[in-house]
């Protein structure tokens, strides 16, 4: 699959649709995925090849263990890091709150880091930034 996404509102049509979404509709590769793994190892291609969004989910999966991945917490920093490099609002926001609750030994408390981060995330239309920050 390709990796995009559709609007929220716009699945919603297709599920009331009833044309079923067994198909991606951006390239049409299905979208049957039959066990936790596999839905793991797609995701985890898709983060390889770049893709944002993906790359924010494997960050938070391995940092907190779970949707079939181990608990690797500096690796899913990584990739958390990675979709943030693409200004991606969401990942933004995650590495804001870590930063605000510091991750162990990995990631210090920083209130200034947390908070430039968060501005970031807010400049960029994220409503949860934004929400935070009024």
């Not at 983060?47 to 494997?58: H, P």
């Not at 990675?82 to 920083?110: I, V, W």
């Amino acid at each position: 699959c390709c990796g995009g996404f559709i609007c929220k509102s716009c699945v919603r049509n297709l599920r009331e649709s009833e044309l079923g979404l067994d198909n991606c509709p951006l390239c049409r590769e299905p979208l049957a995925v039959t066990s936790a793994a596999d839905d793991a190892a797609q995701i985890m291609t898709l983060a390889k090849r770049g893709v944002f969004w993906a790359q924010r989910e494997v960050g938070r999966f391995m940092i907190h263990g779970s949707e079939g991945f181990e608990k690797q917490a500096q690796t899913g920093l990584e990739w958390l890091k990675k979709a943030a490099a693409q200004d991606y609002p969401p990942a933004l926001f995650e590495l804001s709150t870590l930063h605000l609750d510091g991750l162990k030994s990995l990631l210090r408390m920083s209130q200034e880091k947390a908070n430039e981060l968060l501005l970031k995330a807010a400049n960029l239309g994220y409503a949860l930034a934004n929400t935070k920050l009024a």
